[in-house]
């Protein structure tokens, strides 16, 4: 046959590759879930942060994890190097410098983002994650977790983590937006409580962006002209004023896409009601029946030559 088995599978996943990827493209724009107005966030000036951690002490109380005397959070040695949330500890702050005034350097506060589209509730395939609308916290429920960490591969922050000592009930961990207090009491969460200098202010996301945008009208030379976290991937809850432009401080510079655009296009472009899935696969098993009866033919036929 002129036309290999091979070849021609090879043609064929290039020919669907093709047509996924244009059918990505034409509808990652109209791609968008609704925000609500009431969804809360928190508004973290990082210029006045002075690095005391004791978000961090709050933070391992309230989740009850494992912690230590609040005076050793005194301990400046632990900003010598860059640090992300554990499986111990939800939440860090981490130093750098400030070109404007070496004395004075900047601390920001890491933690999960709570994004409006987030990925680790995209990616995982049982609900464990899931986007709470009533106050936009994305929380987690580890009665359905599975322990696939598909939510670690694809959380653009690299904030959860996991419980890898845990032999018998292991659990993803990440910032819960002390997600009790909020739904029960009302409460703003633990860190924000505990901050002495009232570097964080807890509201309704769309306040805290009017309040960011007057602070940096007010005062252009404190800050940079932009609030992160406002379209970054779509927006997220946790909202950052600076000096200096996060990117050069710890976090990644993204476009305002929600990375589930990308990769729910695709699947839902694949699998759209089951059916191109069972036409591709019976395509192929039938394919693959002609070539094996194909080859069995110039077998028998070589068989009889000799």
């Known amino acids: 046959m002129d036309l290999s088995r091979r070849n021609f599978l090879k043609c064929t996943a290039v020919a669907g590759s093709?047509?996924?990827v244009n059918s990505a493209t034409l509808v990652q724009a109209a791609h968008r879930r609704p925000v609500s107005p009431d969804w809360l966030g928190v508004l973290v000036d990082t210029t006045v942060c002075i690095g005391c951690r004791r978000c961090e002490w709050a933070c391992r109380d309230f989740n009850q994890m494992p912690n230590k005397p609040i005076a050793e959070y005194e301990d400046k040695s632990v900003f010598d190097e860059l640090r992300r949330p554990s499986a111990t500890g939800h939440t860090v702050v981490n130093r750098f410098d400030n070109p404007q005034n070496p004395q004075r350097p900047y601390y920001v506060k890491v933690q999960c983002m709570h994004c409006n589209d987030a990925a680790c509730v995209s990616?995982?395939?049982?609900?464990?994650f899931s986007k709470d609308q009533?106050?936009?916290a994305v929380k987690y429920e580890?009665?359905?977790?599975?322990?696939?960490?598909?939510?670690m591969?694809?959380?653009?922050?690299?904030?959860?983590?996991?419980?890898?000592?845990?032999?018998?009930?292991?659990?993803?961990?990440?910032?819960?937006?002390c997600f009790e207090n909020l739904k029960k009491y009302g409460r703003q969460p633990a860190c924000l409580e505990m901050c002495p200098m009232e570097t964080m202010i807890f509201g309704k996301r769309e306040e805290l962006l009017e309040i960011a945008h007057d602070r940096i009208r007010k005062y252009p030379d404190r800050y940079v002209d932009h609030v992160y976290g406002e379209h970054e991937l779509g927006g997220t809850a946790w909202l950052y004023l600076s000096g200096r432009p996060m990117w050069e401080m710890g976090m990644v510079k993204f476009n305002d896409t929600p990375i589930p655009s990308y990769t729910e296009t695709i699947q839902?472009?694949?699998?759209?009601?089951f059916l191109p899935p069972l036409a591709l696969f019976a395509g192929l098993a039938s394919l693959m029946y002609i070539f094996k009866r194909e080859e069995e033919r110039d077998e028998s036929?070589?068989?009889?030559?000799k």
């Open 301 to 305: 036929s070589e068989g009889g030559e």
């Open 18 to 20: 093709l047509g996924m």
């Open 142 to 151: 580890p009665w359905k977790c599975i322990g696939c960490r598909y939510c």
């Open 123 to 128: 990616a995982c395939i049982v609900g464990a």
């Open 134 to 136: 009533e106050t936009g």
């Open 153 to 177: 591969a694809a959380c653009p922050f690299q904030v959860p983590t996991y419980e890898y000592s845990n032999a018998l009930t292991p659990r993803v961990q990440k910032c819960t937006f």
């Open 268 to 273: 839902h472009n694949l699998f759209k009601n």
